[in-house]
């Protein structure tokens, strides 16, 4: 057996935009073209109308454009990138659902495939008679389909909806059916869309557990999202893609670090992204060292996160305060104004304010991390969270701070200088050595 489970060679994909389109014909309108088609052409030859040259307008499109990659037996690799990267037209020619205009890809093992919410599904049909036939779609026989069906519909959680039609399901219902059909399918490669992200926070959980079954299992598992946390965690290679074409793959942290980067510039946030709110706006936010804004950053000095905002009319409780996070989403401390004070704040009057969190020397890795602003109301509301993001890129300096020889190798996230004492134990010494203490 090959130990190849996808090969994508040259694959292309182009669409026309803007042209022409016509209404599906039915059996009627092609015989009835058919008999009139003799009389239009004698009153063309009788009234010397020369044949209408409309230029065709219409632009193409490359979705996909010289992709080429292969995927080993048993990997599990995310595909990331923006939006219209070309990711879910990539599934949809590996899952033979369109064909490419170019290249072609090849696939050793039955591939069950989770595209788009609802397909494959008929809406008048109850959820008990679309698991049989979403299952026969996707190749199970009837026997297979009986044997799994209770692990189905208990994986999906869904047993009292069971037999109603699914056209009065919502998405996240959708969903949950589909996903419990497909990966009991016992295929050899799982592909799975962006379609987690209409599930709740639990079924989420439930479905990235299934999927690091599967490729435990040495199953194939091709994962496109958004959610990098699930990339990082779940996959062993990631692809990324960009207007159509394959531009990184590599490491989850590495192609993951490198789509985060931002571009050349200051640190500063972007307070247009912030959400209006009528007790408070950000105007301006920014992370400096030395004054300068400019990353990244070294660890032997301290970094400070500047928020500058305005309060409109009297507030109580307002906290505001910083997430430090690695770059795939894990949060590392969250730090609030308040923090030293040790209770609720006063009310902040309407006015403008500046508030400066200084981040320690000697306390980072040199790796990337995210900085996101949170505000609140304490214990009364969300204003914002982590709805402003920057990218805070750290080095190291040789010879300064706590810069490890195995700095590249070391488990951990934060690089914290621990102050260690080593002495004897009394009466330990004598058992070892012999000698008096």
Not at 204 to 215: S, Y
Not at 374 to 382: E, G, K, L, M, V
């Amino acid at each position: 057996m090959s130990e190849t489970a996808i090969r994508v060679e040259g694959l292309s994909k182009r669409y026309r935009l803007g042209g022409q389109t016509q209404r599906y014909k039915a059996l009627r309108d092609i015989l009835t073209e058919k008999f009139a088609s003799p009389f239009r052409t004698l009153r063309s030859i009788a009234a010397k109308k020369p044949q209408s040259n409309v230029p065709d307008r219409a632009k193409t499109f490359w979705a996909l454009h010289d992709v080429s990659f292969e995927v080993k037996r048993g990997e599990v690799v995310g595909v990331i990138g923006g939006n219209g990267a070309g990711k879910s037209t990539l599934l949809k020619i590996l899952s033979r659902i369109t064909s490419p205009t170019a290249g072609r890809a090849t696939v050793h093992g039955r591939i069950g495939a989770l595209l788009e919410v609802g397909t494959g599904f008929h809406p008048e049909l109850t959820g008990r008679e679309n698991i049989f036939l979403n299952g026969a779609i996707l190749g199970m026989r009837k026997a297979e389909i009986e044997a799994k069906f209770d692990a189905m519909v208990a994986f999906a959680e869904m047993d009292q909806f069971l037999d109603m039609p699914v056209k009065h399901y919502s998405s996240g219902m959708y969903m949950r059916l589909a996903f419990a059909v497909a990966a009991h399918l016992d295929p050899e490669i799982l592909v799975v869309d962006e379609v987690l992200a209409v599930g709740d926070a639990a079924f989420q959980k439930k479905c990235l557990g299934k999927m690091g079954e599967v490729a435990r299992q040495g199953r194939t598992v091709l994962f496109v999202t958004h959610n990098l946390t699930a990339v990082a965690t779940l996959c062993t290679r990631v692809l990324r893609l960009d207007h159509g074409r394959l531009i990184a793959s590599g490491s989850p942290s590495e192609v993951i670090a490198e789509y985060l980067k931002p571009a050349e510039g200051e640190s500063t946030f972007d307070p247009r992204k912030f959400p209006e709110d009528p007790d408070f706006r950000l105007d301006r936010a920014f992370v400096s060292q030395n004054e300068s804004r400019t990353g990244p950053f070294t660890t032997s000095a301290p970094v400070d996160v500047t928020l500058e905002y305005t309060v409109p009319r009297p507030v109580s409780g307002l906290r505001v305060g910083i997430d430090v996070s690695t770059i795939d989403g894990i949060t590392l401390w969250r730090s609030w104004d308040d923090d030293m004070i040790g209770q609720r704040k006063p009310v902040t009057s309407p006015g403008r304010y500046i508030a400066v969190c200084r981040l320690p020397e000697n306390l980072f890795f040199p790796r990337q991390y995210l900085i996101s602003v949170s505000i609140a109301i304490h214990y009364t509301r969300w204003i914002s969270l982590g709805t402003v993001q920057q990218v805070l890129d750290f080095y190291n300096v040789n010879g300064v701070g706590h810069a490890y020889a195995d700095e590249q190798f070391r488990a951990g996230l934060l690089m914290v200088g621990l102050q260690w004492h080593t002495h004897p134990l009394i009466g330990e010494e004598r058992a070892v050595t012999g000698k008096a203490v």
